[in-house]
């Protein structure tokens, strides 16, 4: 595998989450190539129209090499040594990039949650977008950190 990414919609809005994304992704490149791309956000009334839209721009950025997991309340569940097991398979077996996707405000396409090989599910609650980034990348640190033997899982 060449590289982990998280593709999401739009910037972190809160100053406060800006400087945890920034420790986090520093600590987790510690460990393995990673990177966040963040897709222009679109705006609209309709919930349909803004999926559609940005949908359009997680397809084009996904290839056919890419394992792609869409993070959804919807997915399945697993606790954080199941997810660096899982991680530690992907990242052995795999040639290309291990792709997460987080939606913006109005989730993803039909379309994404279609081409996604995995939907995964942190909780059963709803988390604002912005929050919910920190927390995925807390998690990635956490797995990255379990995988090595880590103390920081403790």
């Given amino acids: ?5 998280l593709l999401c919609v739009g910037e972190l809005k809160f100053r406060g989450l800006q400087e945890l994304e920034k420790k986090y992704l520093q600590n987790i490149n510690y460990f393995v ?8 956000e679109t705006h609209g009334k309709e919930d349909a129209f803004v999926k559609e839209k940005e949908g359009a721009l997680f397809l084009r950025e996904i290839q056919p090499r890419d394992y792609a997991i869409a993070l959804d309340e919807r997915g399945k569940k697993m606790d954080s040594r199941r997810f ?6 992907q990242m052995a077996g795999r ?3 291990l792709l997460f996707l987080i939606g913006g405000f109005a989730g993803l396409s039909p379309a994404v949650a279609a081409r996604a090989d995995l939907a995964l599910s942190f909780s059963d609650m709803t988390f604002a977008h912005d929050l919910f980034r920190v927390l995925f990348l807390e998690q990635l ?5 379990i995988i090595r033997g880590h103390p920081y899982h403790r």
């Fill in 141 to 145: 640190y956490r797995a990255m950190t």
């Fill in 84 to 89: 660096a097991a899982f991680l530690q398979e």
């Fill in 1 to 5: 595998m060449s590289a982990i990414e």
């Fill in 33 to 40: 190539k990673f990177s966040v791309k963040k897709l222009r």
């Fill in 95 to 97: 040639p290309g990039r």
